[in-house]
């Protein structure tokens, strides 16, 4: 073989190389990059909550239909992780700016212990109700509902799952990318 054509094959092997190699990559190697920071759930429809708020109305999370919920569900005396947990939501709705009003906030008190009366006061836009333990058990919580905070769609599934300190940035862009892409709620 002369120089020439050994020239010209090494040409063409080095341009058709990427291309050889990138489709190989393509359609080889697994893809595990995923956008969302909470934990994707199975779509399923919410169970029924229904509570007592403090001032003594009924509550229902049907109620709450036709806005993304953020719930956290702990003890009603809402220690250091629940403070965390309210303050992560209450954090990320507000970063929402106009959007804000298509997010509601719940916090579902599990046990007779009373709230903190600060705790009113630092999250006004909360939604706060009573709840007996079991009317929780069908959320999807590997430890136990007070390690999560759970989103609910407008439509009543819940849909992702946040650990109870998440990252408040991650968290918001989750909200935002689902906010800007929904018609609903």
Not at 16 to 25: K, L, N, Q, T
Not at 55 to 72: H, I, M, N, P
Not at 129 to 134: C, D, K, P, Q
Request: aromatic share 6%.
């Amino acid at each position: 073989m002369d120089k020439g054509k050994r020239t010209l094959l090494l040409i063409a092997a080095v341009c058709i190389a990427p291309v050889i190699a990138s489709y190989s990559a393509y359609y080889l190697l697994p893809v595990t990059r995923t956008t969302n920071y909470g934990e994707l759930l199975s779509p399923a429809p919410s169970g029924e909550i229904h509570g007592v708020r403090p001032d003594g109305t009924s509550f229902s999370l049907e109620a709450q239909r036709g806005k993304w919920v953020l719930l956290v569900a702990d003890s009603g005396a809402c220690a250091e992780g629940c403070q965390k947990k309210l303050y992560a939501t209450r954090q990320a709705r507000k970063m929402q700016g106009k959007e804000q009003l298509r997010v509601t906030r719940v916090f579902l008190a599990l046990d007779a212990a009373a709230s903190p009366p600060e705790l009113a006061a630092a999250h006004p836009d909360l939604v706060v109700a009573r709840v007996e333990r079991g009317a929780v058990s069908w959320l999807p919580a590997p430890r136990g509902v007070e390690g999560h905070i759970f989103l609910i769609d407008p439509l009543g599934n819940v849909i992702l799952r946040y650990d109870g300190d998440p990252d408040i940035k991650s968290l918001n862009k989750d909200l935002a990318r689902l906010l800007k892409a929904s018609r609903v709620g």
